[in-house]
């Protein structure tokens, strides 16, 4: 008898040392809702786009790919980062995708869509900057 109850106190010391810290990691879960830190009211992307199949996944990566590289380009030549100019309709970039791009076979929109990655890769470091400087990076 006296086994059990030292073998209870024991476990009831450990499960008192282990628990908070687990109860307290699944606090540090991240969300699938986030809120972004700066400009919060950022317009959502196109319906198509976030119904898409993910077999065409390709298309909508290509999309955001326009809008990212658009968006570093607009507050570069602008020197503005407001949320208008970092975060604007997805008009823009949904046109030059349907113009440019929307009769293109899967490779070639994976290179176009490198090419605006690298675009919008160039820009950063100046784009980051300005908008470090408004207080919106």
Same mark, same amino acid.
């Given at each position: ?24 990691? #699944? +606090? ?16 959502? !992307?196109?319906?198509?786009?976030? +119904?898409?199949?993910? #077999?065409?996944?390709?298309?909508r ?11 570093? !380009? ?14 604007? &309709? ?5 046109? &030059?995708? #349907?113009? +440019? ?17 690298? #675009? ?8 980051? &900057?300005?908008?470090?400087?408004a207080?919106?990076?």
């Open positions: 008898m006296m086994h059990r109850t030292i073998r209870l106190t024991w476990l009831t010391i450990v499960l008192g040392l282990i628990a908070p810290p687990l109860l307290a990691e #699944r +606090n540090l879960i991240p969300s699938l809702e986030s809120s972004p830190d700066v400009c919060s009211e950022r317009p959502s !992307e196109p319906d198509w786009m976030e +119904n898409i199949a993910l #077999r065409d996944a390709y298309q990566v290509l999309v955001q790919d326009i809008y990212r590289a658009q968006s570093m !380009e607009r507050v570069v030549e602008t020197g503005s980062c407001d949320c208008a100019a970092r975060f604007p &309709t997805w008009d823009s970039a949904e046109g &030059t995708f #349907r113009e +440019n791009h929307a009769g293109a076979n899967r490779s070639e929109m994976l290179q176009a869509s490198d090419i605006y990655n690298r #675009r919008a890769n160039e820009l950063r470091p100046q784009a980051k &900057t300005i908008c470090e400087a207080g919106n990076w």
